[in-house]
T-cell receptor, first 114, second 116 residues
Framework: AQSVTQPDIHITVSEGASLELRCNYS??????LFWYVQSPGQGLQLLLK??????LVQGIKGFEAEFKRSQSSFNLRKPSVHWSDAAEYFC????????????FGDGTTLTVKP | DARVTQTPRHKVTEMGQEVTMRCQPI?????VFWYRQTMMQGLELLAY????????DSGMPKDRFSAEMPDATLATLKIQPSEPRDSAVYFC??????????????FGPGTRLTVL
């Protein structure tokens, strides 16, 4: 069965520090990979996506993610975190065999210390 | 700026009452998803549609939940009768899937449901 694992339930970083959120997926086929962000009381917003090509993808708000097939990972990074980045982050994976459906991870909550 | 809209944004009701949540997907999108989010279960897929036809509703409790798309601009999720355990935030999302090409989902702001 397809699954997405976000090993860190909660991460706290200081403002200005770098950030890396981990995401691992399981399935043999070529995945479509996404990172979404959810601010309190809001819906999920797409940060970035990987379909093919360059394995380092850039997203909005200064985020980037790198697809590593050998590690089945798609980790999200940001070089310098801002207080406004405090939110919950979801990794999601989809496959053509899924008719457009994505499997979401359980999310990682990011707290930013002043 | 195209967005998915959901109504109502908040709903408080009593156990046993019928609840209807509505979603207007982004114009031109052919796939609509309904999710439920709770602290305990996280984000759960309840059902989804392609070109208004249900593709998968295995995530829904069949005896009380129903989802429909009366037309391309409206998706509905009904709970009858509602129970306290249905209290959650319900999200609608839409996306465009054509020719086997996958794409991202655009989420609405959600309906926060409280069943007393």
């Amino acid at each position: 069965a397809q699954s997405v694992t976000q090993p860190d339930i909660h991460i706290t970083v200081s403002e200005g520090a770098s950030l890396e959120l981990r995401c691992n997926y399981s399935y043999g086929a070529t995945p479509y990979l996404f990172w979404y962000v959810q601010s309190p009381g809001q819906g999920l917003q797409l940060l970035l996506k990987y379909f093919s090509g360059d394995t380092l993808v850039q997203g909005i708000k200064g985020f980037e993610a790198e697809f590593k097939r050998s590690q089945s990972s798609f980790n999200l990074r940001k070089p310098s975190v801002h207080w406004s980045d405090a939110a919950e982050y979801f990794c999601a994976v989809g496959y053509n065999t899924n008719a457009g459906k994505s499997t979401f991870g359980d999310g990682t909550t990011l707290t930013v210390k002043p | 700026d195209a967005r998915v809209t959901q109504t109502p944004r908040h709903k408080v009701t009593e156990m046993g009452q019928e609840v209807t949540m509505r979603c207007q997907p982004i114009l031109g999108h052919n796939t609509v998803f309904w999710y439920r989010q709770t602290m305990m279960q996280g984000l759960e897929l309840l059902a989804y549609f392609r070109n208004r036809a249900p593709l998968d509703d295995s995530g829904m409790p069949k005896d009380r939940f129903s989802a429909e798309m009366p037309d391309a601009t409206l998706a509905t999720l009904k709970i009858q009768p509602s129970e306290p355990r249905d209290s959650a935030v319900y999200f609608c999302a839409s996306g465009l899937v054509t020719g086997g090409l996958y794409n991202e989902q655009f989420f609405g702001p959600g309906t926060r449901l409280t069943v007393l």
